[in-house]
């Protein structure tokens, strides 16, 4: 091997430095999944029997389904009885309130992982919700935010505080029987968060959502539910880790947008779950359904996302447009190292008139790492005008790794215009040495050309967020060059 | 400068460099000329610490320090500077990034403090009139979509920008029509100093016209077979290779 590609190997080998585990008393259901269970987790939240009805109904429906198989990914069968369906941080005093009532142990676990919750030290202009395994711990800056009329709390707490928005929306964009992961997610979504942008609002901060899996042989379920009222606007960003296991942990969410006349939302993703050592071995299963609906008219939804982590990927997160003149975008930078496997893309459905929609996607392999993109653009019957540009790229880093595009397209309406680039590269010992030549380390080299590769996207992300995900990016790299 | 003692060099099992040995003193021009295969990209790659290529015996010093234990780019931050046969291309990366990314790398390698931005694009203009490259080259991928002339011309505005010690030019003039390689021509003489050194590898006497050098080489067969001084240049061009390869095997 070349001096180079021991480099690359080097590179890609740093560690997961989010890999601690947090050891707390735990309120955790015994593995296992039925009907009873399902009763359980819904009165442990105290529901309402609408949403028991739906969860069995989910749970019915889904044992009547298959795993998909079609995704470009390869794991053994997973045994669904031997995850829990619950952990909780155990609650001494019942439920926290504020966050001094909130476990020191807890706070102390997303300092670690550089998400302050404490009052004195929070990010600025940048309000959080941190769920620990199947709750959510803690939310701040709820206060300011109330008074601009949003809505922004746990899942758990909106079925309790406005049952009807959950009622109207919950399902409305991605319904229990839709697949697989999210006919699960229906059945035992533990929590997640809740947005409501009032009309005419304009969210005064970034809203954000820390997910952290801590206990182990968990799933966790979380479900996020975004609604934009008439010419609101809101801007989400989500961050996840997870501790290093040599188990597969499964993690199957469900993400609902639903942006209703003029409104905007703009939801943001930087992934970074536990993706498995070097050898395969461990690492979360991220097996996600995201959709937003582009309802109203001149509404818009804008995805981006920043993969680096999990073992296994399953994301395309998607935009239903509705409304005429409504537009969705998709800005995608997805990394795969070692024996990660990435199978992600987005679908665009144009219904409405003069819908735009914008695909970029930037998939980096590096190791024997494989990484796909799998995109559907469709345009029905009535979506005249209907437009879309995708671009889709591949970067390789070394010679052992692979990249596939699966690009489709369902045209019924003869004024739509489709267009697709596709280019795949990589970075050679050519490169690398001419930068050395440069005086440039190998490692410079490598980030130099990944982050101009990704440029298009992280100039998508809020500003914090670019500089997280170009270090983050640095990161999952290690090792890749020689 | 440097000095180049009984080098051997292979790649893979073939010995392609035989015994090389040259002395490149400060400020002076050499000139390394030779058929296609003799050997002289090979030569310019190994100084400046390619990967491939093992060197069997011999040495290089490069200001007292064994050079060949360098890693390349340790190499480029001490002075050494080659200006590629085959520039290569590096989408997404603008050329000024690199640059920037280069400059500052070299001058945290020599204990200076980093160029902001004002002060690097100033540097980056007044390099760019040596070599008559318009502005919007800075902002394009490097070297993408570049001409074989543009992509020569932006070597030569990099070495300018980098101010190397020792510059070696692999076939700088290889492609270039005659305006072109007057404009590179120029950019190298601006570039001469009684610090700097060069070593052009060419193919034709046609760059000797243009940049007159102290010393003329002849690389054949991986041996320089034939030294002297810019006349040599003249002689090559009347009577080809042929005899000096002859030497070489004979000698071989
Ligand atoms: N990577 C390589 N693998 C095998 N042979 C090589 C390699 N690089 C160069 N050579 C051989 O070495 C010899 C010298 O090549 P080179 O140094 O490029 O010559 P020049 O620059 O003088 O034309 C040629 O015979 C060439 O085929
Ligand atoms: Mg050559």
């Known amino acids: 091997m070349s001096a180079s590609s021991r480099e690359i190997e080097k590179l890609i080998g740093q560690g ?209 539910l975004i609604i934009a009222e008439e010419k609101s606007s809101v801007s989400y960003l989500e961050g996840c880790t997870a501790p290093m296991r040599d188990e597969n942990q499964l993690h199957a969410a469900v993400v609902e947008l639903i942006a209703l006349d003029d409104a905007r939302i703009k939801y943001s993703t930087v992934q970074n779950w536990y993706p498995g050592d070097e050898n395969g071995v461990g690492g979360i299963y991220n097996f996600v359904t995201k959709r937003g609906d582009c309802r109203g008219v001149n509404s818009k939804i804008s995805w981006t996302q920043v993969e680096t982590g999990s073992a296994i990927t399953w994301k395309y997160p998607s935009c239903v447009l509705t409304g005429d003149n409504s537009v969705g975008e998709f800005y995608s930078v997805a990394v795969t190292n070692h024996f990660q496997q990435a199978d992600t893309g987005t679908k665009m459905i144009h219904i409405g008139k003069n819908t735009r929609s914008t695909i970029v996607s930037k998939g980096i392999s590096a190791g024997r790492a494989h990484n796909t993109y799998r995109g559907l653009v469709k345009v029905l019957k009535n979506a005249e005008n209907a437009r879309n540009h995708t671009q889709c790229d591949s970067l390789l880093v070394g010679d052992k790794c692979g990249a596939h595009t699966f690009p489709y397209m369902e045209v019924k309406q003869p004024s739509a215009r489709v267009e697709h680039e596709a280019s795949t590269s990589k970075i050679s010992e050519d490169q690398l040495f001419f930068c050395q030549q440069r005086g440039i380390s190998a490692e410079d080299a490598v980030s130099m050309i990944v982050n101009g590769f990704c440029k298009e996207v992280f100039k998508e992300l809020p500003m914090e967020f670019a500089v997280e995900a170009q270090a983050l990016l640095g990161i999952s790299l290690e090792g890749s060059v020689g | 400068m440097l000095a180049i003692e009984s080098l051997h060099v292979r790649v893979e099992d073939k010995e392609i460099l035989k015994g090389i040995s040259l002395n490149v003193g400060a400020g002076e021009v050499h000139a390394i000329m030779g058929p296609n295969g003799s050997g002289k990209s090979t030569l310019a790659h190994v100084l400046a610490g390619r990967d491939g290529y093992t060197v069997t015996s011999g040495m290089a010093t490069y200001n007292h320090a064994n050079l060949l234990a360098m890693p390349p780019e340790e ?121 700097r050194s060069f070593i052009l590898v060419t193919h034709y006497q046609r760059l000797l016209d243009y940049i007159k050098p102290d010393f003329v080489h002849v690389l054949a067969g991986g041996r320089i077979v034939k030294s002297g001084d810019a006349s040599l240049a003249l002689e090559l061009e009347d009577r080809g290779y042929g005899w000096l390869e002859q030497h070489a095997g004979a000698a071989s």
């Open chain 1, 16 to 224: 997961y430095k989010q890999g601690f585990v947090t050891d707390l008393e735990a309120d955790t259901f015994p593995p296992g999944l039925n009907e009873d269970v399902i009763r359980a987790l819904s009165a442990k939240k105290n529901e309402p029997g609408f949403l028991l009805e739906w969860r069995l109904k989910a749970y019915r429906h889904w044992l009547s389904m298959k795993s998909p198989q079609w995704a470009f990914v390869h794991f053994p069968p997973i045994d669904y009885q031997e995850i829990s369906y619950y952990s909780a941080p155990k609650d001494k005093r019942g439920g926290p309130k504020s966050l001094d009532e909130v476990d020191p142990q807890l706070i102390e676990t997303y300092k670690k992982l550089g998400i302050p919750l404490a009052e004195q030290e929070k990010l600025a202009g940048v309000a959080v919700d941190a769920v620990f395994d199947s709750v959510s711990v803690a939310t701040t800056f709820k206060g300011k935010l109330a008074e601009a009329g949003v809505i922004f709390c746990p899942i758990s707490e909106a079925v309790q505080c406005h049952p009807d928005l959950v009622q109207q929306y919950l399902g409305s964009v991605v319904p229990y029987a839709d697949n697989f992961f999210a006919a699960l997610n229906s059945a035992v979504f533990s929590d997640g968060s809740f947005v409501y942008i009032p009309k005419g609002v304009r969210c005064p901060m970034e809203l954000s959502t820390y997910f952290r899996i801590n206990a182990a042989n968990t799933g966790q379920f979380e479900r996020t």
């Open chain 2, 75 to 195: 190499r480029a931050r001490e002075g050494v500077f080659l200006a590629f046969q085959y520039p290569v291309e590096i989408p997404g990366v603008s050329n000024i990034y690199l640059l920037k990314t280069a400059v500052n790398a070299i001058r945290k390698h020599r204990a200076l403090e980093e160029l902001d931005a004002m002060d690097f694009i100033g540097l980056v203009k007044s390099k760019m009139k040596l070599v008559d490259m318009d502005e919007q080259f800075l902002y394009r991928a490097v070297n993408e979509g570049f001409s074989g002339g543009e992509k020569k011309r932006n070597e030569i505005l990099q070495m300018a920008v980098l101010e190397p010690r020792l510059a070696i030019l692999d076939e700088t003039d290889s492609g270039l029509d005659i305006d072109a390689l007057r404009v590179v021509s120029d950019g190298v003489n601006a570039l001469r100093s009684k610090d």
